[in-house]
Structures are given as structure tokens and as C-alpha cells.
């Protein structure tokens, strides 16, 4: 089983910047992919960045890209979102999620773990 408790959340202005993290619990988190995904009022949740098991490799979907940047230290067991250049399209609930497996994938049925939300405001 693990565990996800993501924090960092907060009210930023536009422009400005946040980084979230995503502490993880058990032993498997070296060998798991890891993703952010995110739910603004009254919408689905979305996909918005992935990263392998050993961060070589990271996906952003396309409204995020430049901006964001997703990272981990295993050694810490935490995975990180950067965010620059916030918009106010980019207020939602953030979701850290884990698979079971080394190799990321977009989609969310294929987490297999799910942190329980921090809230990400930007105001104009």
C-alpha cells in the first residue's frame, strides 16, 4: 500500500509561482511512476504532468508545457511540481498519483494510488 499526501498548495497572484510536493509512503516508490493531475470546479479531472520511475523521462500536457515542471528524489521519496507563470485557468484542486509500474501513462485509471488534493488558486 502507499501513501500520498501532497502539500504546497496556496493563493498566488498571477505570474507568480508555486511548488507543490508530493510525499510518498512505502517502499515501491523508486520502481513507481508518479503523476499530477488536476480538477477545477465543475469539470473533469485532468491529466497534467508525469514522470518515469527514475525521472528521465516526463510528459506535460500541452496547456502546461513551459511552465511546469515535474521532478522526484526517490531518496526522499517525493515527487515535485513546479509552477511558473500561473494563470487563473490554473486554479484546481493538484492530485498526486502513483502506478504500480515504472513507466508513466496519461490516463488516470492507470494509478493505482491517489493523494487526497491541495488546492491551487490563482487570482488576477
Known amino acids: 500500500q502507499v501513501q500520498l499526501v501532497e502539500s504546497g498548495g496556496g493563493l498566488v497572484q498571477a505570474g507568480g509561482s508555486l511548488r507543490l510536493s508530493c510525499a510518498a509512503s512505502?517502499?515501491?516508490?523508486?520502481?513507481?511512476?508518479m503523476g499530477w493531475f488536476r480538477q477545477a470546479p465543475g469539470k473533469d479531472r485532468e491529466f497534467v504532468a508525469a514522470i518515469n520511475w527514475s525521472g528521465g523521462s516526463t510528459y506535460y500536457t500541452d496547456s502546461v508545457k513551459g511552465r511546469f515542471t515535474i521532478s522526484r528524489d526517490n531518496a526522499k521519496n517525493t515527487v515535485y511540481l513546479q509552477m511558473n507563470s500561473l494563470k487563473r485557468e490554473d486554479t484546481a484542486v493538484y492530485y498526486c498519483a502513483a502506478r504500480r509500474a515504472p513507466a508513466m501513462v496519461v490516463s488516470s485509471p492507470g494509478y493505482d494510488y491517489w493523494g487526497q488534493g491541495t488546492q491551487v488558486t490563482v487570482s488576477s
Open positions: 512505502g517502499r515501491t516508490f523508486s520502481s513507481s511512476a
